[in-house]
C-alpha cells in the first residue's frame, strides 16, 4: 500500500460525458502527478500540482482539467469523453518536486 | 528534451536465471534515476532510485542497479529470477519538475 489512495477504482460512461477523478496524496506530500495508461500509448504524463499550484504540463488535452485542493487532494476531470480516452488514470505524490513518487491503485475509465 | 528508452519490449527469463532490463536516457546534467515494476491490475511500485553518490543502488526484492554516466544507461539487475517477479518493468528519468517514462519492458518467467 502507497498511502496514495483513488476513487473510484472503476468507471463506465458514455461518450460525451464528464467525470471527475479523485487522488488523495501520502501523507505529507505536497505533488500530485496524473498519468494515464493505456495499451497503444503507454504511461503518459499528463500534469502536476505543487502546494495547490500547477507546477508542469505534458501531454494533457485540452477536454481534460485537474486542480489541487487546500487540504491538498487532487481531482482530475475528464469532459466531452470518447472512446479514446478509455484507459488507467493514476494519482501519484511525492514530498517534492524531485522526489520519487508514490502511486496509487489506478482508476479504471470506460467509455462506451 | 529529456527521454528514456527501454530498448527490450518483452523479455522472457527462466526461474532462478539471471535478469538485466536495459534503460538508456536523454538528459543534459545528472538525473534523477528510477525503476518502477507493475504487476497486472496495479500501481507502479517504486523498486529503487538514483540521486547521487554510489553508481550500483540496491532496492527492494533483490533488484540492483547500475548507473553509467559514460554510457548514460541505468540498467536493471537481479541475480536469480522469481516467478513472482513477472511484471511490468518502467525506467524513469526525472529532472526536478517531471517525470519521463520509459515505454516499459514485459518481463515473462518460464518455471
Known amino acids: 500500500d502507497s498511502g496514495v489512495t483513488q476513487t473510484p477504482k472503476h468507471l463506465i460512461t458514455a461518450t460525451g460525458q464528464r467525470v471527475t477523478l479523485r487522488c488523495s496524496p501520502r501523507?505529507?506530500?505536497?505533488?500530485v502527478y496524473w498519468y494515464q495508461q493505456s495499451l497503444d500509448q503507454g504511461l503518459q504524463f499528463l500534469i502536476q500540482?505543487?502546494?495547490?499550484?500547477?507546477?508542469a504540463k505534458g501531454n494533457i488535452l485540452e477536454r481534460f482539467s485537474a486542480q489541487q485542493f487546500p487540504d491538498l487532494h487532487s481531482e482530475l476531470n475528464l469532459s466531452s469523453l470518447e472512446l479514446g480516452d478509455s484507459a488507467l488514470y493514476f494519482c501519484?505524490?511525492?514530498?517534492?518536486?524531485?522526489?520519487?513518487?508514490?502511486f496509487g491503485p489506478g482508476t479504471r475509465l470506460t467509455v462506451t | 528534451a529529456q527521454s528514456v528508452t527501454q530498448p527490450d519490449i518483452h523479455i522472457t527469463v527462466s526461474e532462478g536465471a539471471s535478469l538485466e532490463l536495459r534503460c538508456n536516457y536523454s538528459?543534459?546534467?545528472?538525473?534523477?534515476l528510477f525503476w518502477y515494476v507493475q504487476s497486472p491490475g496495479q500501481g507502479l511500485q517504486l523498486l529503487l532510485k538514483?540521486?547521487?553518490?554510489?553508481?550500483l543502488v540496491q532496492g527492494i526484492k533483490g533488484f540492483e542497479a547500475e548507473f553509467k554516466r559514460s554510457q548514460s544507461s541505468f540498467n536493471l539487475r537481479k541475480p536469480s529470477v522469481h516467478w513472482s517477479d513477472a511484471a511490468e518493468y518502467f525506467c524513469?528519468?526525472?529532472?526536478?519538475?517531471?517525470?519521463?517514462f520509459g515505454t516499459g519492458t514485459s518481463l515473462t518467467v518460464i518455471p
Open positions: 501523507s505529507g506530500d505536497l505533488s
Open positions: 538514483y540521486f547521487s553518490g554510489d553508481t
Open positions: 501519484a505524490s511525492s514530498v517534492g518536486g524531485a522526489d520519487e513518487q508514490y
Open positions: 538528459y543534459g546534467a545528472t538525473p534523477y
Open positions: 524513469a528519468v526525472g529532472d526536478g519538475n517531471q517525470f519521463y
Open positions: 500540482y505543487y502546494n495547490g499550484e500547477e507546477r
